[in-house]
């Protein structure tokens, strides 16, 4: 079945860049969404990108897949104190009634 | 303004005793999923209503139902809770399926079993 990992902790010194990886098996995967959640909050999404592209950018997020490797990473440049919070990777194969699936998702602490 | 509207955000039940979460958007969105979330677990897709088309996931127990009496609001009902349904039950919307899409979360309800 399909699976999303990625490691449970990172921890970055501020303006540091932080870079959270993410690894998945669904061959099928069409697109792979990065999902970001602060405290008391839900999920909110902050990017995604389909398969048939390698990068994307925005402001200070990038996005790399090697879809060869099924890896999927989220780098935030400059990282600062509005940071810190969970990031979850997630993908769907974008059919008809195809499901989200998600990763158990990245505690990104920041240190001072 | 929060578009995603879970109640209540904490809940405290004994053991078998049934419990509703309920959940409402402003979106207008025709898809409506209930997402169940244990500590440092991935959340975990449970059913979703396409308008009113009702789609269970294969493995979601029984136990589990939902209604959706209208496009605004959908209900999670625990008929007989067990220790192991203590988690976080997410409630999302998309305004269709399929292709690339965003899901609007709201902040979650804490479920806990006595």
């Known amino acids: 079945g399909e699976d999303v990992e990625q490691s449970l902790f990172l921890s970055v010194r501020e303006g540091d860049s932080s870079v959270i990886n993410c690894t998945y098996t669904?061959?099928?995967?069409?697109?792979l969404y990065w999902y970001k959640q602060e405290p008391g909050a839900g999920l909110q999404l902050l990017t995604y990108?389909?398969?048939?592209?390698d990068m994307k950018q925005d402001q200070r997020l990038t996005v790399l897949l090697n879809k060869k490797d099924k890896h999927l990473s989220l780098r935030i440049a400059d990282t600062q104190t509005g940071d810190s919070a969970i990031y979850f990777c997630?993908?769907?194969?974008?059919?008809?009634?195809?499901?989200?699936?998600f990763g158990k998702g990245t505690r990104l602490h920041i240190l001072p | 303004d929060a578009m995603v509207i879970q109640n209540p955000r904490y809940q405290v039940t004994q053991f078998g005793k049934p419990v509703t979460l309920s959940c409402s958007q402003t979106?207008?969105?025709?898809?409506m999923y209930w997402y169940q979330q244990k500590s440092s677990q991935a959340p975990k897709l449970l059913f979703h209503?396409?308008?009113?088309?009702?789609?269970n996931e294969a493995d979601t127990p029984d136990n589990f139902q939902s209604r959706r009496p209208n496009t605004s609001f959908c209900f999670l009902d625990i008929r007989s809770p067990g220790l192991g349904d203590a988690a976080m039950y997410l409630c999302?919307?998309?305004?269709?399926?399929?292709?690339?899409?965003?899901?609007?979360f709201g902040e979650g309800s804490r479920l806990t079993v006595l």
């Open positions: 990108i389909f398969s048939n592209m």
């Open positions: 997630a993908e769907s194969n974008g059919k008809g009634d195809d499901k989200i699936i």
């Open positions: 209503y396409y308008d009113k088309d009702f789609n």
């Open positions: 999302a919307t998309s305004r269709e399926r399929g292709g690339a899409r965003e899901l609007f």
């Open positions: 669904d061959s099928s995967s069409t697109y």
């Open positions: 979106l207008n969105h025709n898809v």
